[in-house]
């Protein structure tokens, strides 16, 4: 029998034939409304929990075009016994990629030199106000896909970062990592910390008031990982009250990032709107993901390629 | 006899210490017009030449604080068979670290982003406009410390750079190497063009218009070498042009940058001010060269840390 594939992204000819020659029959997102016996939905939108829900389909697997799943109907898809394989890995590289410009952006006072070029100010800043990547202390949390890259690229800058995970298991490009319970020691002298965390009941506000107060004057704070894990509020104080003394942040509690948010008026903050792990390559990674799901899928029944435990979240 | 040694930076007591435990006579700048009798010049100033030339002094070294040593008046130095060591290397872990954060600013989309920002706008750009350092084609000009050091760090990357120098001799760190005559067919399709070379007669306006005609849309061009390579209004019309798309520049025909220039204005174009050298750990690496080469100038009369070529120009 011939599967139904509602796809949210748009696909070029090439990608909707290669289904095709996969045997799979291929729905536009903008028939979701009338469509029927769809089996797995590529992709999401507003309407994803709409055509999940939806007694006239029976889908039975979701491939996300995201690392994190928050955003999915977890409860139901549970009950449902529907699969999920994510996007894990797809933006990793590029999301290191930013990490490490967020890093020198600060490090090589780039942030002083964009504002002072707005005014035709020459102000050269004392040499001891720029740093190197090389001799910072660096905290990463999340040792996943995004984190190991991060630390790759720092390891080519002799910079050996310190993980935090849920089990304190050691990972490869770190020079050690703790649990998310151990971390004070780890970062109260620590020039750098990097959330790369996905966003689960056990991350949420994990950067709270009581997280920052600990902090002694971390250079640079970035948050690549989820929003939620960061309460806004908390940061605001701590960059006011030089905790944290610059942050970068990609991801936020709300996105759109309100107009009105003070966010974006804070000098110390770089605000970029969710692009990090961007790249001109991304389609061709994400459709790689479906395709070799497909295929075990078509023989087996058996999702091989980021597959998600509905339970834990990631 | 004791040797007298002008030091143009302020040295602090451990490093005055130090010298005169290597039985040097230290002389602050502060008496550089009523000193006699120097025999060694540490750093450089507007007074340097004056220094250099009074008859009542016989300067035979001078150890400068910097990589180009194209300031000093190198005709008399070499009539007057001076010594010149400079510090090339002290600073190209620095500026190496500076480039990879000016490629990310403009390949991650930060240079958009700051610019959004100061509005309070979430304009989240096409996946297309992002693009990462792994896959660029990279041209850098010079591969002295600086070049090799960037080279380096771009391996990190899963990049490997081309290298343009005098003879086209393979370095390290390069997956090739042409010489300055048979550079046109190597940029005539390159994403990033860096200029690390240093000033010499050769490398005067070399960047000049018939340069970047033969570009197509180079999407970075960087300039931490030295300012006097680049013809700025050539530059400035190519950015206009689109053969080049954007610019970092560290360097600059006049500094300070004349308040007047309009390259303050282009949106596509981060200047900073002569700092991608700059680091904590500068003077520490300065005084190094200093004291090495001075051991061996008192035991046998001769310089072995960072000889400069006076007749080559570095």
Not at 28 to 49: M, V
Not at 189 to 211: G, L, Q, R
Not at 275 to 286: C, K, T
């Given at each position: ?89 797809a933006y990793s590289a ?30 050269v800043p004392a040499r001891?106000?720029?740093?190197t990547l090389a001799n ?179």
């Amino acid at each position: 029998m011939t599967e139904r594939l509602l796809t949210f992204p748009t696909l070029n000819q090439t990608q909707t034939d290669a289904l095709k020659a996969q045997g799979i029959d291929v729905v536009p997102a903008t028939d979701w409304e009338t469509a029927t016996d769809i089996d797995i939905i590529f992709g999401w939108s507003q309407h994803g929990a709409a055509v999940l829900q939806n007694p006239q389909n029976h889908v039975r697997w979701i491939q996300t075009v995201s690392a994190g799943v928050d955003y999915l109907p977890l409860d139901w898809i549970r009950a449902h016994d529907v699969q999920v394989t994510n996007a894990s890995g797809a933006y990793s590289a590029a999301i290191a990629e930013s990490t490490i410009g967020y890093l020198l952006y600060f490090l090589r006072d780039f942030n002083d030199a964009v504002k002072n070029q707005a005014g035709h100010f020459w102000q050269v800043p004392a040499r001891t106000e720029l740093a190197t990547l090389a001799n910072q202390k660096i905290v990463i949390y999340g040792t996943g896909s995004i984190g190991q890259h991060i630390a790759e690229l720092l390891n080519g800058f002799g910079s050996y970062p310190f993980g935090v995970n849920r089990s304190g298991h050691g990972v490869n490009g770190f020079q050690g990592t703790v649990s998310m319970e151990d971390d004070a020691d780890l970062v109260k002298d620590a020039d750098v910390v990097i959330n790369a965390m996905p966003a689960t009941p056990t991350t949420i506000h994990y950067f709270n008031e009581t997280y920052f107060n600990q902090l002694n004057g971390v250079r640079i704070f970035v948050n690549v990982g989820r929003g939620k894990s960061v309460d806004e509020a908390a940061l605001m104080h701590a960059l006011l009250y030089q905790n944290v003394l610059n942050a970068a942040l990609d991801v936020f509690e709300n996105e759109p990032l309100p107009r009105e948010s003070k966010l974006w008026d804070y000098p110390n903050v770089l605000i970029t709107p969710h692009q990090s792990g961007f790249d001109v390559d991304n389609i061709r990674a994400l459709f790689g993901y479906l395709s070799d799901n497909l295929q075990s899928w078509e023989t087996d029944g058996k999702l091989t390629v980021n597959v998600v435990d509905v339970n834990r979240g990631y």
